[in-house]
Nanobody, 124 residues
Framework: QVQLVESGGGLVQAGGSLRLSCAPSGQTFINYAMGWFRQVPGKVREFVAAISGSGGVIGYADSVKGRFTISRGYAKNTVYLQMSSLKPEDTAVYYC?????????????????WGQGTQVTVSS
């Protein structure tokens, strides 16, 4: 069974940093486009960041530009989300997703595999 496993969430004070990791189990996701999304209870899940299969094309939501950085590991099979200057409004469950193509997307409906999510809580 193919799974994406997120880790690295937790509680941090405003202005702090966290790094989320997403690793697959069951198959390799080399050359798959990967994305991070987040969801607050009662709200729609929203796009955060995405990276192409090669790692050469990256996109961010306006709300996180300049603060978050998405990257792929050396073997390209793991994806990271470095989050800095965190704000209370960044509090959410963060989900990793993989798309069976090299092209990144901001549309969650275009992703084929999803992780279970990791909670990020930013206190003021």
């Amino acid at each position: 069974q193919v799974q994406l496993v997120e880790s690295g969430g937790g509680l941090v004070q405003a202005g702090g940093s966290l790094r989320l990791s997403c690793a697959p189990s069951g198959q390799t996701f080399i050359n798959y486009a990967m994305g991070w999304f987040r969801q607050v209870p009662g709200k729609v899940r929203e796009f955060v960041a995405a990276i192409s299969g090669s790692g050469g094309v990256i996109g961010y939501a306006d709300s996180v530009k300049g603060r978050f950085t998405i990257s792929r590991g050396y073997a390209k099979n793991t994806v990271y989300l470095q989050m800095s200057s965190l704000k209370p409004e960044d509090t959410a469950v963060y989900y990793c997703a993989a798309r069976n193509t090299v092209y990144k997307s901001t549309n969650q409906g275009e992703y084929d595999y999803w992780g279970q999510g990791t909670q990020v809580t930013v206190s003021s």
